[in-house]
Nanobody, 121 residues
Framework: QVQLVESGGGLVQAGGSLRLSCAAS????????MGWFRQAPGKEREFVAAISWSGGSTYYADSVKGRFTISRDNAKNTVYLQMNSRKPEGTAVYYCAAGTMTEEAYGMDYWGKGTLVTVSS
């Protein structure tokens, strides 16, 4: 069993930077691949980034490639998402998930409750 709690969301200016964190409980954190997903108002949840259990492999949605960086610290049971936006990202709830190395939401076993990132123009 893994419990996930996201933090770091808030108000950011269009084109600004933000780092999200996801703290996991449970001794099996390091055995899971981790992912970040987001859901904008009125839209479906979409994949953002994923990282393997060791941190040696990462995978990004085309829309964020080159601007977002996913990383993890297994000693701290935490995964991060650094968002450096050279273009405005829409307001969305960002979710952390644990499971397999996939961009498909159904491949994830555990989900956090999300953290809201509100973008101001």
């Amino acid at each position: 069993q893994v419990q996930l709690v996201e933090s770091g969301g808030g108000l950011v200016q269009a084109g600004g930077s933000l780092r999200l964190s996801c703290a996991a409980s449970g001794r099996t954190f390091s055995s899971y691949a981790m992912g970040w997903f987001r859901q904008a108002p009125g839209k479906e949840r979409e994949f953002v980034a994923a990282i393997s259990w060791s941190g040696g492999s990462t995978y990004y949605a085309d829309s964020v490639k080159g601007r977002f960086t996913i990383s993890r610290d297994n000693a701290k049971n935490t995964v991060y998402l650094q968002m450096n936006s050279r273009k405005p990202e829409g307001t969305a709830v960002y979710y952390c998930a644990a499971g397999t190395m996939t961009e498909e939401a159904y491949g994830m076993d555990y989900w956090g409750k999300g953290t809201l990132v509100t973008v101001s123009s």
